[in-house]
């Protein structure tokens, strides 16, 4: 497939790659392999010993962390992809023995894979600290694989009207269809969506922490994509006429990234402003979790396998008002990867 290059991939939570151990991930096709130096930088490299095409993660770590030893004939790379160690002959290592090392950078929590050739631009990671920085007890993150092409979690999220119909027990109760979706292009690697709704029910899992449950409530739901696959959401409900400070409110952070055709990494990450605390976590976490895993999930799977390997625009998608911001992400990301294979 082809992917958008110069930009950052979220590659995992940070803390899926503790010292000292390796993980081994497929993003946009190409097998990685993931440590941590001695000083905690970590390295990508592919996962594809240049001798006889092992996987380097079946190997070991060596020198404290900084390489990691092929499992097969002990060549051993460092976190740059050099040669460093041949244990055969007179130890001479040979100009062909390197690995392709990737740009990984630590941030938010997170780990950001640049997949594009040229410098990795830091200056392109979002900040997120809105969320990462959040009390544990307020947060719930967790990590779905999901065999579906990425775009398809955007349309998801990118398209909250879905809450109305698929989720109609917890996070929708209808309200988002009736809205007007509003939407606007923040910037040129972005686009917005917005829906507001005066003076109704919330759904169920705001409503029962707002200040007088059951009754009307002014509430919004909006979503910023960024290329090329991060979703920020923030959602909330507040007494009529009352500011959103007021209000029960969640920022979520939903993040694609593609591992090969048809299947994606997805990893979310949300906050609240209500409802923190151990106990209150482990009753609202559970919640959230089935909804993304036995709702959402399923859906985005039956609805590749209706798809197959067809190209979206190719089975001329009906197009409803409430998706315009998920039309808009698809286009202009069609139109970011067509311009860098232009250039
Ligand atoms: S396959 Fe890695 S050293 Fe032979
Ligand atoms: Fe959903």
């Given at each position: 497939?082809?992917?958008?290059?110069?930009?950052?991939?979220?590659?995992?939570?940070?803390?899926?790659?503790?010292?000292?151990?390796?993980?081994?991930?497929?993003?946009?096709?190409?097998?990685?392999?993931?440590?941590?130096?001695?000083?905690?930088?970590?390295?990508?490299?592919?996962?594809?010993?240049?001798?006889?095409?092992?996987?380097?993660?079946?190997?070991?770590?060596?020198?404290?962390?900084?390489?990691?030893?092929?499992?097969?004939?002990?060549?051993?790379?460092?976190?740059?992809?050099?040669?460093?160690?041949?244990?055969?002959?007179?130890?001479?290592?040979?100009?062909?023995?390197?690995?392709?090392?990737?740009?990984?950078?630590?941030?938010?929590?997170?780990?950001?894979?640049?997949?594009?050739?040229?410098?990795?631009?830091?200056?392109?990671?979002?900040?997120?600290?809105?969320?990462?920085?959040?009390?544990?007890?307020?947060?719930?993150?967790?990590?779905?694989?999901?065999?579906?092409?990425?775009?398809?979690?955007?349309?998801?999220?990118?398209?909250?009207?879905?809450?109305?119909?698929?989720?109609?027990?917890?996070?929708?109760?209808?309200?988002?269809?009736?809205?007007?979706?509003?939407?606007?292009?923040?910037?040129?690697?972005?686009?917005?969506?917005?829906?507001?709704?005066?003076?109704?029910?919330?759904?169920?899992?705001?409503?029962?922490?707002?200040?007088?449950?059951?009754?009307?409530?002014?509430?919004?739901?909006?979503?910023?994509?960024?290329?090329?696959?991060?979703?920020?959401?923030?959602?909330?409900?507040?007494?009529?006429?009352?500011?959103?400070?007021?209000?029960?409110?969640?920022?979520?952070?939903?993040?694609?990234t593609p591992e090969v055709t048809g299947?994606?990494?997805?990893?979310?990450?949300?906050?609240?402003?209500?409802?923190?605390?151990?106990?209150?976590?482990?009753?609202i976490k559970p919640m959230i979790e089935?909804?993304?895993?036995?709702?959402?999930?399923?859906?985005?799977?039956?609805?590749?396998?209706?798809?197959?390997?067809?190209?979206?625009?190719?089975?001329?998608?009906?197009?409803?008002?409430?998706?315009?911001?998920?039309?808009?992400?698809?286009?202009?990301?069609?139109?970011?990867?067509?311009?860098?294979?232009?250039?």
């Open positions: 497939m082809i992917y958008l290059r110069n930009t950052w991939y979220v590659a995992g939570f940070a803390d899926e790659l503790p010292a000292g151990r390796m993980l081994a991930r497929t993003l946009l096709d190409e097998p990685l392999v993931f440590f941590r130096r001695p000083d905690g930088h970590v390295c990508a490299l592919a996962d594809r010993c240049p001798h006889r095409f092992a996987p380097l993660s079946m190997g070991l770590l060596c020198d404290g962390g900084a390489s990691v030893q092929c499992a097969y004939h002990g060549l051993r790379f460092d976190g740059s992809g050099t040669c460093v160690h041949n244990p055969h002959g007179e130890g001479v290592i040979p100009k062909a023995a390197v690995v392709r090392a990737w740009s990984v950078v630590e941030r938010h929590g997170l780990l950001w894979l640049w997949a594009g050739d040229g410098a990795a631009e830091k200056a392109l990671i979002p900040d997120l600290s809105d969320v990462t920085t959040a009390p544990e007890h307020a947060t719930i993150r967790g990590y779905l694989p999901t065999a579906c092409d990425y775009r398809l979690l955007a349309d998801n999220i990118m398209d909250l009207t879905h809450v109305d119909y698929l989720h109609p027990t917890s996070l929708g109760n209808g309200s988002v269809s009736k809205a007007r979706a509003v939407v606007s292009e923040p910037d040129e690697r972005s686009v917005h969506v917005a829906w507001r709704v005066q003076g109704e029910l919330a759904p169920a899992s705001f409503d029962a922490h707002l200040p007088t449950p059951g009754q009307p409530a002014d509430q919004w739901t909006e979503a910023t994509w960024t290329a090329p696959c991060l979703m920020r959401l923030d959602v909330g409900a507040t007494p009529v006429g009352a500011p959103r400070e007021q209000g029960v409110r969640v920022a979520a952070l939903h993040i694609a299947r994606t990494h997805y990893w979310y990450w949300s906050a609240r402003n209500f409802a923190i605390g151990e106990e209150a976590n482990a009753h089935r909804v993304f895993t036995h709702e959402d999930k399923p859906m985005l799977e039956a609805q590749q396998r209706r798809m197959g390997a067809a190209d979206f625009w190719a089975l001329k998608p009906v197009l409803l008002r409430g998706d315009a911001g998920a039309v808009r992400v698809r286009r202009k990301l069609d139109a970011q990867i067509a311009f860098e294979a232009n250039r």
